[in-house]
Each structure stands twice: as structure tokens, then as C-alpha cells.
């Protein structure tokens, strides 16, 4: 059902300027009444032998007249200001309802002309008042809309209804240190603004980012300290880790085109901090564990996001794409995914404090643990990272020099890998297959037949055990 609208009941005042004035005085009115506005007008609410002024003064003061439009120009303006003829008489009364209103809403200035440096012509009385501009063919149209708005008590800009304090806000007070929240604040809210440049807004959030990352590097005084300023750091991360993710989700959701390159560019470019240490030419090489532990952990999820919005030609991209980067020698090195899955000695050889026990991967064991992102489970990680491995060997990049060893393969099993049990669907298999290779039929089960070749002997060879088994007959048929 549409909404009936009133407006208010509103009265003119205006001087007699000049013909043309009057005719566009007498157009605005007329306008006003075809679109529903009950108007006072001279024109054809006064006959000869009324008393114009008892006329002017019974309209203004009239309680059923709420609003009262005010025709600014310079004759109006000086007749107000000298208190001349009827304008004179409507601004002794005028006045006196404007001064002993805090709030006054009822008389409404429409500047109609303006003076030759561009200066409006308000008399004294109203000066400071909140005017409408319609004093050019330019800016009419406008113009009366607002005053049709104003009339009706529709309003073009609304008061938002009031939310809550945001979430970040309700968090531990040491979560406000890190720049990059403030920064993943102002990224919604310029995309908001203007989602065209999001690109932009993109690269702006990383630039903080980095330095926030930058600020979880160690530089250790002594051998004995290492473990402890590592896993203290670590542990610090994970509130940078969750800025990551939510900004990365965000900007999933709100890009009309995910651009893979602004997410490759984005890794390359904090590749190198992961060595930052101090001037000195001393360093200890697993005083950066926790740092390359980090980077694999925000490229696994990284992929666990793209996966859960079916970005997965942004997939194949990321995985499949042959990195420049720069080492801690400030050398150029270049290689596949790998090179953000870097060993952490120290870190995957200690006994975790939170058990007092070494595991298999204390790697994949730590990304578990810290997977407490609300919408992200720890399977959906043991997934990313698979599906990591699984790409690696698919578009061969596990023969390269830095290759992807899943830090949570202790964690593979058919049960916490969703995907290949819907990968036996041929709906699911035709969403995902812009990930592999082009490939017929034959050519995915060969594929496919390999990659559990692969895993089986890469159980019998290193100290990598795989709970897995892939059949290529299970994979979905064309």
C-alpha cells in the first residue's frame, strides 16, 4: 500500500520587485499547489479592497501555516532590513517568532537572486539561517526539491538508525595498537564511499599492514632467549592475523572482480620482512621461525577465504604463479608457492609449551590450535592447505626448489577433507575444475591415480605420513 504523504500548509512572502519577480513567484506557488501543497498566495487568497497588511499578518501568524517561504532578493533584503512597506510589516512579525524560537524551522529563505560578487541577499533577521539556493536556472531544479522535501518532511538525507559500538571496540584494550585495524576501518568505509577505487583502497591497507608486521620481529641478545621472545611473538600475532582475514574477506565480498595480482603482490611484498632484524650484521637464523611460520599461515588462509567464496580461478592463480621476491641478502629470488611455506627449525623441533610436547608437525599442530577465527574451523585450514599441495602437484611445481610441505599433513584424512568427498559429485567437480589443469577424463584420472602414487611414496621416503589414500575412480565422471 503507498504511503499518503501531507504537506504542510505554507505561505509566501515576497516583495513586488518587478513583474518577472512576480511571475516567478506565481509559477513557484502554482508549482507547490499541483504538487500538493496547499499555498497562501496573494495572488488569489487577497482580492481588491483586502488590507494587505492585516492580510501578511493574519498569514504569518496563522497556526495552521507551518512553513513560511521567504523570497530572498535585494529588494526583499533591503525593504526587510528598513522595515519598509508590507515586506516591513511581515518582518516585524517575522523577526520577532524567529528570536523567541531556539529551534526555528518555520520560515524557510529561498534565495532567488544573488548580487553581483555572488553574495545572497538574506535580510538581517535571518542571516545564519540555512537557506535554499534557487537562484539560477542551474540550481532551480534542486532547488525545489528541497523545498518540496522540507514541505512534505521528507528529508534527502536521513538520520541512519543507530547501531552498536563495533566489535573491535568491545576487545581487549591492546587490540587498538595495531594500525592495520584502524586501516581495515577506513578501507570499508572509503569502499563504501567509493567502491570503484577499492584497488586502490587495497594497497593502501597493505602498506600499513606491513609495518604493523614488522613490528613482531625479534632481534635476540642472547642464545637462551630465543624460544621464549619467538613464542611470545608468535602468540602476539595471531590479533594481526585476524585483521588479515577480516580484510581479505571484506574485500572479497566487495570487489566486482577479485584481482589475483593485488593478492600475489601483496605476498611478495612481506616476503622480505620476514627476515628484518636489526642493524647489526649478526643474526640468528631461527630468530625468524615465527615470522615464516606467520606468512604460511596467511597464505593458508588466504585460500581457505577464496575457497569458501568459490573464487577458484583467484585460486589456481595464487598457487600456480611463479614469485619475485627478495631475500634477507637483499638477493632477488624467484620460485613457486613454496617459498612462503619456509622450515622453521627451531620452531618445529621444541616441545610446545601449551603440552610440553613435540609433534609431528608442530607447524600444522600450531595452526589447529590458534584456529579459533569465527567462520573458519581448523578442518577448513587442513583443507586450504591440501588443496595447496594438491595444485602444487598438479601443475608441477613440487619438482621446484621451494616447494609446498603441508604443515598440517599429519591432519589428512578423507574425513576432514571435505573436497574430495564432493569431488565424486559431477555438479561440484564442474564448479571447481577451473583449478586444475585442462585436462579430458583419461587425463584427470592419471592425474589424480599419480597425486596418490605421490603421496604413498612420499610416506615411505621422508618422515611425511600421509593418513590418505585418493581413488581415481571416485573422482566424477564427464
Not at 507551518?66 to 528598513?82: N, P
Not at 610440553?356 to 600444522?364: A, E, M, P, T
Not at 559431477?426 to 564448479?431: L, T, V
Request: charged letters at 30%.
Amino acid at each position: 500500500m503507498t504511503e499518503e504523504l501531507k504537506a504542510s500548509k505554507v505561505f509566501i512572502s515576497y516583495s513586488w520587485s518587478s513583474p518577472q519577480h512576480e511571475e516567478w513567484v506565481y509559477e513557484l506557488a502554482s508549482r507547490l499547489e499541483s504538487n500538493g501543497v496547499e499555498v497562501v498566495f496573494d495572488k488569489w487568497d487577497s482580492v481588491e479592497g483586502h488590507n494587505l497588511n492585516a492580510f501578511m499578518q493574519r498569514s504569518v501568524n496563522d497556526p495552521s501555516i507551518s512553513k513560511v517561504l521567504v523570497i530572498c532578493d535585494e529588494t526583499y533584503k533591503q525593504k526587510a532590513d528598513g522595515f519598509e512597506g508590507g515586506v516591513g510589516t511581515e518582518t516585524v512579525i517575522i523577526s520577532n517568532e524567529v528570536y523567541k524560537s531556539v529551534e526555528q524551522t518555520k520560515f524557510i529563505p529561498i534565495v532567488s537572486q544573488r548580487g553581483p560578487a555572488g553574495e545572497e541577499y538574506i535580510p538581517t533577521y535571518l542571516s545564519g539561517t540555512k537557506y535554499i539556493d534557487m537562484s539560477s536556472a542551474q540550481k532551480y531544479e534542486d532547488g525545489y526539491e528541497k523545498v518540496l522535501r522540507n514541505l512534505y518532511g521528507k528529508p534527502e538525507f536521513e538520520r541512519p538508525k543507530r547501531g552498536s559500538a563495533p566489535a573491535y571496540l568491545l576487545r581487549d584494550e591492546k587490540k587498538t595498537t595495531l594500525e592495520s585495524r584502524r586501516a581495515l576501518n577506513r578501507f570499508r568505509h572509503d569502499v563504501e564511499k567509493k567502491p570503484r577505487n577499492i584497488d586502490i583502497y587495497f594497497n593502501e591497507f597493505v602498506e600499513t599492514f606491513k609495518i604493523d608486521l614488522k613490528s613482531f620481529s625479534i632481534t635476540p641478545d642472547q642464545k637462551d632467549d630465543r624460544v621464549q621472545l619467538m613464542l611470545e611473538s608468535l602468540h602476539d600475532t595471531i590479533e594481526l592475523r585476524d585483521v588479515f582475514i577480516e580484510f581479505l574477506e571484506t574485500y572479497i565480498k566487495e570487489a566486482e572482480v577479485v584481482n589475483e595480482s593485488l593478492i600475489i603482490d601483496l605476498f611478495e611484498s612481506i616476503y622480505p620482512i620476514i627476515y628484518t632484524k636489526s642493524n647489526t650484521h649478526a643474526y640468528y637464523e631461527d630468530q625468524f621461525d615465527h615470522m615464516k611460520f606467520f606468512v604460511t599461515e596467511l597464505m593458508i588462509y588466504n585460500i581457505a577465504q577464496l575457497y569458501r567464496y568459490k573464487k577458484f580461478e583467484v585460486i589456481k592463480s595464487v598457487v600456480t604463479n611463479h614469485y619475485f621476491v627478495t631475500s634477507r641478502l637483499e638477493r632477488q629470488l624467484d620460485g613457486s608457492i613454496g617459498l612462503f611455506c619456509e622450515y622453521p627449525r627451531l620452531l618445529d623441533e621444541i616441545k610446545l609449551p601449551s603440552t610440553d610436547q613435540k609433534y609431528i608437525s608442530n607447524r600444522g599442530k600450531l595452526i589447529i590450535d590458534r584456529a579459533n577465527y569465527e567462520g573458519i574451523k581448523a578442518d577448513d585450514l587442513i583443507q586450504a592447505d591440501f588443496i595447496i599441495y594438491l595444485l602444487s602437484f598438479a601443475h608441477d611445481k613440487l619438482e621446484e626448489f621451494y616447494t609446498w610441505y603441508p604443515p598440517t599433513y599429519p591432519y589428512f584424512s578423507a574425513s576432514r577433507i571435505q573436497f574430495l568427498n564432493k569431488i565424486k559429485s559431477k555438479r561440484f567437480f564442474e564448479s571447481v575444475k577451473a583449478i586444475f589443469p585442462e585436462a579430458n577424463e583419461d587425463e584427470r584420472r592419471k592425474m589424480f591415480g599419480d597425486f596418490n602414487v605421490y603421496l604413498r611414496e612420499a610416506k615411505s621416503g621422508s618422515s611425511m605420513y600421509f593418513n590418505l589414500s585418493i581413488n581415481p575412480d571416485d573422482i566424477a565422471k564427464l
